[in-house]
């Protein structure tokens, strides 16, 4: 794990989430007018508030529309396509289909833009498929309009704009509005970048296979290490290769190659070395490159942008791990990468939008997200809808967990993430897996790590923190929704009874992780090079190239695949994850680039994910374990 990919949460609200969600929705503000529940965001309280903000300042908004016959029908209709023994199940529509049933009216359409103008906004235009309505207007219209006072408040440093109460609507258009996203303007700032990423390389000792090379030396094999715990261990490997994984996987052993299936990748931006680097990275490897089409970009409409606010080329690893991952799995999947304009969730939601509308690809894999409590009901809504779209036509979308643990640490909540806490996609955990010489799977446990550094003396190992948590898979019982009904009888009934987190797990621990290749900028140019990289960003693409495997040997699409992959727990497809304790050692450049500033070292034990713990069954690490070589088969038959 170098970066930590975070979509940006905008102002959003809604006034309903579907059957599975715990929020109050719908609640009648007065009998003329119905509450946006959550459009005032949490942070927006009296004690961060400054003053009231300009009536006259521009505000742009989108009122995204709900589906017709509403939405328990579109959930009913969800549940019955992806339900083994259903009679509709796997029997998918098309997007024309889906308009047809599902979209908005042209009366829907109508009420809205007629309140909007009403109140002073100028409708601007519709989003595809008459997902939404654009407006904009002044703050002052915006207030009329959605029945709310807006303030400014003190955010990360800077003065944002929200609502001072959760905002409105008429009653009238109450039925017709899904969500609205735009009515605070808080962007989450991260580092900026604009040319190829700074260059990285792992620092040697590293072990080629898991435990290969004894940490019993420093680098100059002079200086002796101490032991852990009584232990001396192993360095780190140097990075997993594709026919590492899919031994430890039994990719070979299942037959599959992901033949005839197309996988989507989201992420933010375009590396624009993306081909030249997978076909390198594929020959290093000694793997095939991508075939003539079979490795598309579609890129989105419109420039991109908000570089500075999005971390900018720190997405070109994200992208480059996404890529050569699911590659690594299914070496026959055709490949489409989808490039968001920026990390905000309006070009998310623009990007799914033109997935499920062009319906080339029936799995998604995401390596982004963020914690719960940074979403609002507006944009979840608006998700949750598109999620629901894609299970209709065929299409599943996959989300890591997170890398943050139960992110207490990260938030100061005990959360689990969203997209990964949606009951509409599957949320892919994290494992610390040992690949031996041979390409077989040794052990692997639930990805959480403790880290401790070398002491000043060199005769100990030092706690980074107490506790001395370092990162691990995200996990968890979601805030947000119940329980759906695939994970009864699975998740232990002792437990919260909300949507749990995560559903399967792969190989995400930096210690144990992949090795990439990707043009970098380096001291003495750019030019491209090779480095290790973990985290629940590895493990999505990972399940994905699996679900390529799973959607050949259907010989149809799989969809929204939680039910069925549900019904194989505890069968010989998926390997139940235990708990393994046990410890890295891991040397790193102090210049992340070469020796000449000098190695440290440091340990990085496993099975150690803040309050999260792997167990027998289902649990909050690895969900109902990992997937296997009959995996395959099993899912296509279920």
């Known amino acids: 794990m170098r970066d930590h990919a975070r979509r940006i949460a905008v102002g959003v609200a809604a006034i309903a989430l579907g059957a599975a969600t715990l929020a109050a929705t719908g609640a009648s503000a007065s009998p003329a007018r119905t509450t946006l529940a959550g459009s ?40 019955a396509v992806s339900t083994p023994g ?28 007629a ?4 109140a002073g906004m100028r409708v601007t235009g519709m989003g595809a498929a008459n997902r939404y309505v654009a407006a ?22 800077q003065t944002v704009r929200a609502p001072e109460a959760d905002a409105s609507v008429p009653g009238s258009v109450g039925a017709d509005v899904l969500g609205i996203v735009g009515l605070d303007n808080a962007p989450h700032m991260v580092k900026p970048a604009l040319a190829p990423p700074a260059g990285f390389a792992n620092a040697r000792p590293c072990s080629r296979y898991y435990g290969q090379v004894a940490a019993k030396y420093e680098a100059d094999f002079t200086t002796r290490l101490p032991g852990f715990d009584g232990k001396i261990r192993k360095y780190a490997v140097c990075g997993y290769t594709p026919p590492q994984f899919r031994g430890a996987y039994g990719v070979d052993d299942s037959g599959f190659t992901g033949q005839g299936a197309t996988v989507a990748i989201t992420d933010s931006y375009a590396a624009p070395t993306i081909g030249g680097d997978a076909a390198r990275y594929a020959q290093l490897v000694g793997d095939p490159v991508f075939g003539p089409g079979q ?118 909540t005990l959360q689990a993430d969203y997209p990964a806490s949606d009951p509409n996609v599957t949320a892919v955990g994290g494992t610390s897996t040992a690949i031996g010489n041979g390409n077989h799977l040794r ?120 039910p069925a992959i549900y019904s194989l727990f505890g069968s010989d497809a998926v390997n139940d994850v235990l708990s393994v304790k046990d410890a890295n050692v891991r040397p790193d450049f102090v210049n992340g680039v070469d020796p000449s500033d000098g190695i440290v070292y440091s340990v990085r034990t496993f099975d150690q994910d803040s309050s999260l713990f792997t167990a027998p069954g289902w649990d909050d690490v690895t969900g109902i374990g990992s997937p296997n070589s009959n995996y395959p088969s099993a899912l296509a038959g279920s």
């Open 295 to 412: 490795f598309t970009t579609s890129p989105p409409d419109g420039a991109f942008r908000f570089f500075g606010k999005c971390g900018g080329n720190g997405w070109y690893g994200e992208e480059t791990l996404d890529v050569e991952a699911v590659h690594a799995m299914a070496l026959n999947a055709n490949v489409i990468y989808y490039p968001s304009r920026s990390c905000f969730d309006v070009d998310f939601l623009d990007t799914f939008s033109r997935i499920v509308d062009e319906n080339k690809a029936s799995i998604v894999t995401n390596s982004w997200g963020d914690v719960e409590s940074a979403e609002s009901a507006g944009a979840i809504a608006a998700y949750d809808q598109l999620f629901q779209q894609g299970a209709l036509q065929g299409i599943g979308f996959f989300f890591s967990s997170g890398d943050d643990g139960d992110e207490l640490l990260a938030s100061g």
């Open 115 to 118: 309140w909007l103008k009403g």
């Open 443 to 562: 052990m692997e446990t639930g990805w959480g790590t403790y880290k401790y550094s070398l002491s000043s003396d060199g005769r100990s190992w030092d706690p980074i923190a107490d506790p001395p948590f370092l990162y691990g898979a995200g996990g968890g019982y979601s805030a947000l929704f119940n329980r759906p009904d695939y994970q009864d009888g699975v998740v232990p009934s002792d437990t919260p009874p909300y949507r749990a987190v995560p559903d399967i797990a792969l190989d995400a621990d930096p210690t144990t992780g992949m090795l990439v290749g990707e043009t970098q900028t380096w001291p003495d140019g750019v030019h491209y090079g090779t480095y290790r990289i973990g985290g629940t960003s590895l493990s999505s693409p990972l399940m994905a190239g699996m679900e390529a495997l799973a959607t050949e040997a259907a010989g149809t699409r799989i969809g929204f695949a939680n």
């Open 40 to 79: 005032r965001p949490s942070w927006a309280t009296s004690s961060n508030q400054v003053g009231s903000a300009n009536a006259g300042a521009s505000i742009s908004v989108r009122v995204y529309l709900s589906p017709k016959g509403g939405e328990a029908a579109l959930a009913a209709a969800v549940k």
């Open 86 to 113: 259903s009679s509709s199940f796997r029997h998918f529509i098309t997007p024309a289909q889906y308009q047809a049933t599902y979209g908005p009216t042209a009366a829907q359409i109508a009420r809205v833009k």
């Open 136 to 157: 904009t207007g002044t703050v002052g219209a915006a207030a009329s309009a959605f029945g709310v006072t807006f303030g400014t408040y003190r955010l990360n440093g």
